[in-house]
């Protein structure tokens, strides 16, 4: 992925998110930031990383989580190719 995305307002995103200590900070954070659609849309994606690398299929995942093809698609793209963010938090 290109780097054209970060800069001084996306470091401060992300310094915000390390200054957040607990769950309930973090659930004050990402509603005060993003919409409950933006949130649900991560939080899906997150669930549909964690199934993929269970080895779950594509109708398993849709099943479960209600995500689309395409996305389960986007998603398995970037646990193969990309930056590995998905498996930091997933600890593979």
Do not use: H, P
């Amino acid at each position: 992925m290109s780097d054209t995305w970060k800069d001084s307002q996306t470091d401060n995103l992300c310094r915000a998110f390390l200054k957040l200590q607990s769950i309930d900070e973090i659930y004050n954070f990402l509603e005060d930031i993003a919409t409950i659609n933006e949130i649900k849309s991560m939080a899906q994606r997150l669930e549909v990383a964690k199934l993929l690398t269970e080895s779950k299929n594509y109708a398993e995942i849709v099943s479960k989580t209600g995500a689309s093809t395409a996305t389960i698609s986007r998603v398995k793209k970037c646990l193969d190719y990309g930056s590995g963010g998905y498996k930091s938090v997933l600890n593979e």
